[in-house]
């Protein structure tokens, strides 16, 4: 005979309520039982005159599909019995692997710490979940070193303690000491992957990174996280683009659907204009594995930008990425790019830039851009400084060095002040060290552009002159030169070639980068201006 709860589930079940709640996200209705849980709320009459939809929740067959028979199985016992710990914790798992829900994830746990407050496994995922956001990240290093002190020996507590410590600007030795106790405790590919990965992305340091993904690689061969990051290794520090390919290729064989290493072959060959068929088919691999992938959209864009000067085709992969990765504003930022610098479509770029600063107000780069296109574009000076003025304001913004005071420099120039825009001219170039960084060279080669189109090419060349300290970049005012009269001089060319092959520039790209993209942008702005 069915008890009077029975009957109420199962009416509430037929009722056309339950059905359109059947279509909704349940998210909501886990924490609310964690609530009710709290309250004792056991008798489940008193949980459907409640909260109707916590007790959809508790349907079997719809939780199973969506979240798995371990959620179902917890749910249902903690309504009528009492849970113990790691119940509670088995529920906390659950809802992080079927639902990624991070708060409904730590009530679980902490409801397994009620119940045992030294239950080392909900400490260790409370603490590992704190992790992942700044302002709990005190909270992340109690747990943390609460489970250290419960298990010392378990390496999974030092590889989250070290991740945590390389989230911190100084803490590199700590986390390399943690990493490194975890690999003394447990030498498998998993610690080995964590130590190299902070030798080669935290310290930069290739020999200690090589030989720990190879260890990673000794414990299993097939580990293609491994063979990537070695890849990468080879890629960066060593230059070995071939060592780097047959590596990437190798995990693409053991795992013919590994779109991360699709993506990163692409990636590699879209460095060599001789390749670029290859890196395109690669690119094309990873979307077929994985439609829905919007590293490979987006590393398809570059490519066609850059590389093979379809711009049409480019600005349709990075839509497609922008649409993939609606969080991230560089699908937007980018169709803004190649719209503005290739196509002259400055109407377009504008709405492009503005669709990328809603989904991040505070991204520097998009910003920047946002700028340059109003002020020297489209000749909107006031409107380029409201723009600047929200850049100024966000907190990245000591990380653009150089690019900051070359924007000051042109809004100093568009308003006739050399003496301003010398200064800072100057302080851009003293931020240079030697050298032009890969991240602002767009920023170098558009403000020489705009204010060589100023008419300040001679006040250029002289500033470039006097504190370019570099023997070698102090050919470019001469390269400028060039540029400006179209005229094919044997010897400037001659200079600009010994730039170009020279082993330090060419090695990063950035002076090739800089002097072809001169002349790129300036071909741009005299066809946009005789369409216009």
């Given at each position: 005979?069915?008890?009077?709860?029975?009957?109420?589930?199962?009416?509430?079940?037929?009722?056309?309520?339950?059905?359109?709640?059947?279509?909704?996200?349940?998210?909501?209705?886990?924490?609310?039982?964690?609530?009710?849980?709290?309250?004792?709320?056991?008798?489940?009459?008193?949980?459907?005159?409640?909260?109707?939809?916590?007790?959809?929740?508790?349907?079997?067959?719809?939780?199973?599909?969506?979240?798995?028979?371990?959620?179902?199985?917890?749910?249902?016992?903690?309504?009528?019995?009492?849970?113990?710990?790691?119940?509670?914790?088995?529920?906390?798992?659950?809802?992080?692997?079927?639902?990624?829900?991070?708060?409904?994830?730590?009530?679980?746990?902490?409801?397994?710490?009620?119940?045992?407050?030294?239950?080392?496994?909900?400490?260790?995922?409370?603490?590992?979940?704190?992790?992942?956001?700044?302002?709990?990240?005190?909270?992340?290093?109690?747990?943390?070193?609460?489970?250290?002190?419960?298990?010392?020996?378990?390496?999974?507590?030092?590889?989250?303690?070290?991740?945590?410590?390389?989230?911190?600007?100084?803490?590199?030795?700590?986390?390399?000491?943690?990493?490194?106790?975890?690999?003394?405790?447990?030498?498998?590919?998993?610690?080995?992957?964590?130590?190299?990965?902070?030798?080669?992305?935290?310290?930069?340091?290739?020999?200690?990174?090589?030989?720990?993904?190879?260890?990673?690689?000794?414990?299993?061969?097939?580990?293609?996280?491994?063979?990537?990051?070695?890849?990468?290794?080879?890629?960066?520090?060593?230059?070995?683009?071939?060592?780097?390919?047959?590596?990437?290729?190798?995990?693409?064989?053991?795992?013919?659907?590994?779109?991360?290493?699709?993506?990163?072959?692409?990636r590699l060959l879209s460095q060599h204009s001789e390749r670029c068929q290859d890196a395109e088919r690669y690119f094309l691999k990873a979307l077929e594995v994985n439609p829905e992938s919007g590293d490979a959209a987006h590393g398809l864009g570059y490519l066609y930008a850059i590389r093979m000067h379809?711009?049409?085709?480019?600005?349709?992969?990075?839509?497609?990425?922008?649409?993939?990765?609606?969080?991230?504003?560089?699908?937007?930022?980018?169709?803004?790019?190649?719209?503005?610098?290739?196509?002259?479509?400055?109407?377009?770029?504008?709405?492009?830039?503005?669709?990328?600063?809603?989904?991040?107000?505070?991204?520097?780069?998009?910003?920047?851009?946002?700028?340059?296109?109003?002020?020297?574009?489209?000749?909107?000076?006031?409107?380029?400084?409201?723009?600047?003025?929200?850049?100024?304001?966000?907190?990245?913004?000591?990380?653009?060095?150089?690019?900051?005071?070359?924007?000051?420099?042109?809004?100093?120039?568009?308003?006739?002040?050399?003496?301003?825009?010398?200064?800072?001219?100057?302080?851009?170039?003293?931020?240079?060290?030697?050298?032009?960084?890969?991240?602002?060279?767009?920023?170098?080669?558009?403000?020489?552009?705009?204010?060589?189109?100023?008419?300040?090419?001679?006040?250029?060349?002289?500033?470039?002159?006097?504190?370019?300290?570099?023997?070698?970049?102090?050919?470019?005012?001469?390269?400028?030169?060039?540029?400006?009269?179209?005229?094919?001089?044997?010897?400037?060319?001659?200079?600009?070639?010994?730039?170009?092959?020279?082993?330090?520039?060419?090695?990063?790209?950035?002076?090739?980068?800089?002097?072809?993209?001169?002349?790129?942008?300036?071909?741009?702005?005299?066809?946009?201006?005789?369409?216009?």
């Open positions: 005979m069915k008890s009077q709860d029975q009957h109420a589930l199962e009416q509430f079940l037929d009722s056309e309520r339950i059905a359109k709640l059947k279509e909704r996200d349940f998210v909501d209705a886990i924490k609310r039982l964690f609530m009710w849980s709290r309250l004792e709320v056991v008798d489940l009459q008193i949980l459907l005159a409640l909260d109707s939809q916590a007790a959809w929740a508790l349907v079997p067959d719809d939780l199973a599909k969506s979240c798995g028979d371990t959620v179902t199985d917890v749910i249902g016992r903690s309504i009528h019995t009492q849970c113990d710990a790691e119940q509670w914790f088995q529920l906390g798992e659950s809802v992080m692997e079927n639902l990624g829900h991070h708060y409904a994830a730590v009530e679980a746990y902490e409801m397994a710490l009620r119940v045992d407050q030294h239950h080392f496994s909900s400490i260790l995922s409370k603490g590992q979940i704190f992790c992942l956001y700044p302002d709990t990240q005190d909270r992340a290093l109690e747990a943390l070193e609460l489970a250290a002190q419960l298990k010392p020996g378990d390496e999974e507590v030092w590889v989250a303690l070290g991740q945590l410590h390389s989230m911190h600007e100084g803490k590199s030795r700590e986390a390399e000491e943690c990493f490194t106790k975890a690999v003394d405790l447990s030498p498998t590919w998993y610690t080995y992957m964590y130590l190299g990965d902070h030798y080669l992305y935290q310290q930069q340091m290739p020999e200690e990174a090589k030989a720990a993904f190879e260890s990673a690689l000794e414990h299993d061969p097939e580990c293609c996280p491994a063979l990537e990051n070695l890849a990468e290794v080879h890629r960066v520090f060593y230059e070995d683009y071939d060592q780097a390919e047959s590596l990437l290729l190798r995990s693409t064989e053991l795992f013919d659907d590994r779109e991360e290493s699709w993506v990163l072959l692409g379809r711009y049409q085709d480019a600005i349709e992969a990075f839509e497609k990425s922008a649409h993939l990765r609606p969080g991230i504003p560089y699908g937007w930022s980018a169709v803004g790019n190649v719209n503005a610098e290739f196509l002259g479509r400055y109407q377009q770029a504008e709405q492009a830039y503005q669709k990328a600063l809603q989904v991040d107000p505070a991204e520097v780069a998009t910003g920047l851009n946002y700028v340059y296109l109003l002020r020297d574009c489209m000749n909107r000076i006031e409107d380029a400084k409201v723009e600047f003025e929200k850049v100024e304001k966000a907190e990245s913004l000591p990380q653009w060095e150089a690019a900051v005071p070359l924007h000051r420099a042109l809004f100093a120039a568009n308003d006739g002040d050399w003496d301003a825009a010398e200064m800072n001219l100057v302080q851009a170039i003293d931020s240079l060290h030697g050298e032009f960084p890969q991240s602002s060279s767009d920023d170098w080669v558009r403000a020489v552009v705009s204010l060589m189109r100023l008419g300040y090419l001679p006040q250029i060349q002289q500033c470039f002159t006097e504190h370019l300290t570099d023997p070698e970049l102090k050919t470019l005012p001469q390269a400028l030169e060039y540029f400006k009269n179209a005229k094919r001089d044997p010897q400037v060319q001659q200079q600009l070639d010994a730039i170009m092959q020279s082993e330090r520039y060419y090695q990063h790209g950035t002076l090739e980068w800089f002097v072809q993209h001169i002349q790129v942008r300036l071909n741009a702005l005299a066809t946009a201006a005789a369409v216009g």
